[in-house]
């Protein structure tokens, strides 16, 4: 008896939490949080973002344009990317209130394929924080880096910068990967691989929330 009085508390209780939790959205390509709502920054755009001292500067015009690009989509000011001052201190993405742009020089071993990485943190569902890590590790056995970098439309030999920030904001705005379509959100970024322009999902997705 003691134990199905129990039980139909516990089942009252579910019905009350889930009468208090928010409608779920369609996912619209972003990340979305345990009640299924659409983690974004909403209206607390512009997103300021930094640059550690590790950013080489002949890469500032490539991030300058990757935010250029969400924003051509959206006709909204997404990005304010502060190129001065720089954000100096350990080369290592910290919870400081501050979204950073880091090239990092370590990376674990058992991820060296990884290109980049970019963390959110929020509550509800806003977007309060996010780091763009960039792998730019140097092998010790070759003493060259795992991933040479360029940028300029097929100038180069290796990773497109441009392209694969523009991937990465597209993390800070909340959006998750999608390997569909040519879509900058694809998860892989191949070698040479000039994807600086948004898919039309992208554009769609986009818009959901900005
Ligand atoms: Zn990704």
């Given amino acids: 008896m003691f134990r199905y009085i129990g039980v139909a508390a516990l089942v009252v209780m579910a019905l009350l939490l889930e009468a208090c939790a928010p409608k779920s959205q369609s996912d619209c390509g972003f990340v979305q ?30 991030i300058v344009s990757a935010a250029q690009t969400w924003e051509r989509k959206s006709g909204r000011r997404l990005f304010n990317i502060v190129t001065t001052p720089r954000v100096s201190g350990p080369n290592q993405p910290r919870t400081d209130g501050k979204n950073v742009i880091y090239f990092m020089n370590t990376w674990e071993t058992e991820k060296a394929s990884e290109q980049a990485r970019t963390t959110i943190l929020w509550t509800g569902d806003q977007i309060r924080e996010t780091d763009i890590r960039v792998n730019a590790k140097v092998d010790p056995e070759t003493s060259k880096p795992f991933f040479s970098f360029y940028w300029n439309q097929g100038t180069g030999s290796g990773v497109n910068i441009e392209a694969l920030i523009l991937h990465e904001m597209g993390h800070v705005l909340g959006l998750k990967h999608n390997d569909a379509g040519g879509s900058v959100m694809a998860t892989y970024l191949k070698n040479n691989d000039d994807r600086t322009e948004l898919s039309e999902q992208d554009t769609t997705d986009l818009k959901c929330e900005y």
């Fill in 33 to 62: 949080n345990v009640y299924g709502e659409r983690v974004s920054w909403k209206a607390d755009v512009p997103v300021t973002m930094y640059l550690h001292d590790s950013v080489p500067n002949e890469f500032i015009p490539a």
